[in-house]
């Protein structure tokens, strides 16, 4: 990634292979980075037989085959351990014994140095690539090293509303490759600012800015975003409110009341990813919102205005 605030001391290195262990139970063994700050981190065993043990040790200044992991697999499948970085240090070292037919076998060593977050600022159809590194302990007992790629889709510089007025967040998307998929993550928000009061009665609004606090989804092998709480329009003059008031509907879109366009040629955007993906970074997109559409008629009279879109 482009433009870090802090620079990570270092990435991981690869030491010697070791001999593969006779039918060894697992596909793979990948461990995230160790970040500072008090983060998690997280082990992720992909076996295809039960009844073998996994132990991870650390290495550092302070201790000398710390165990942070020690767990016995009773199942085939994907398992996932967490722990906490209480004992790391700036500099460690990793490595894994798996326990299998009363056979130990130990790994190589692997440096996992903390690494420190930074800032992103992403662009159309832009891939940006994580400083870090996953390390993955194959079936064959050898480490490997893969970085974290995402793809911002349809990130424009500026959004034009429908007729109706309505931000759609179908149309932003976040691509992730399958076999990283369960190691993405992210907090989101989407930041509006506004005049003349247009968003007064949404929660998080204040001094004319909203801040709207999305969940994300995986639907057919892409990240989505919506809000984190649905929201109340008006249907006939398209305003919204966090409450539930007389006459309103329940809607999961953001929409720009009546002649509010009007009165504000763009509106001021940005997404907001915090904690973003392996380098924990702030990612930020900038955008306007224009108003080149303007409803004509009654939108409580159109079947396609908001009794068809609040679902």
Excluded at 97 to 102: D, M, R
Aim: net charge positive.
């Amino acid at each position: 990634m482009k433009n870090l605030l802090l620079v990570p001391i270092s990435v991981l290195s690869v030491f010697s292979r070791v001999t593969r262990s006779n039918n060894n139970p697992f596909e793979s063994i990948t461990i995230t980075p160790l970040y500072a700050y008090g983060e998690n981190s997280t082990i992720v065993v992909k076996s295809r037989a039960s009844n073998f043990r996994i132990t991870v040790y650390l290495n550092n200044d302070r201790y000398n085959g710390r165990q942070i992991v020690n767990t016995t697999i009773n199942g085939s499948g994907n398992f996932s351990f967490t722990y906490n970085n209480s004992y790391t240090r700036i500099k460690n070292q990793l490595y894994v014994a798996l326990t299998y037919n009363n056979v130990t076998t130990y790994s190589e060593r692997i440096d996992m140095n903390i690494t420190s977050s930074g800032y992103d600022v992403v662009n159309t159809h832009q891939e940006i690539t994580s400083d870090n590194y996953l390390a993955v302990l194959n079936d064959d007992f050898n480490w490997e090293k893969k970085k974290a790629t995402y793809t911002f889709n349809n990130f424009e510089d500026y959004y034009i509303p429908d007729y109706f007025q309505k931000f759609d967040f179908g149309n932003f998307y976040i691509s992730v490759p399958e076999e990283q998929r369960s190691f993405f993550g992210c907090n989101a928000k989407l930041v509006i600012t506004y005049k003349n009061g247009v968003f007064d009665n949404l929660a998080g609004a204040e001094n004319g800015f909203v801040e709207l606090p999305l969940k994300r989804r995986l639907t057919n092998g892409k990240f989505y975003f919506s809000l984190e709480k649905n929201i109340y329009v008006d249907p006939i003059t398209l305003a919204v409110s966090s409450d539930k008031l007389s006459g309103y509907v329940q809607t999961r879109h953001i929409y720009f009341p009546r002649n509010s366009m009007q009165n504000q040629e763009d509106y001021y955007c940005y997404f907001a990813f915090s904690k973003f993906g392996l380098d924990k970074d702030l990612v930020y997109h900038y955008f306007s919102i224009r108003a080149l559409r303007n409803i004509v008629g009654d939108c409580h009279n159109s079947k396609y205005c908001v009794q068809k879109l609040y679902k």
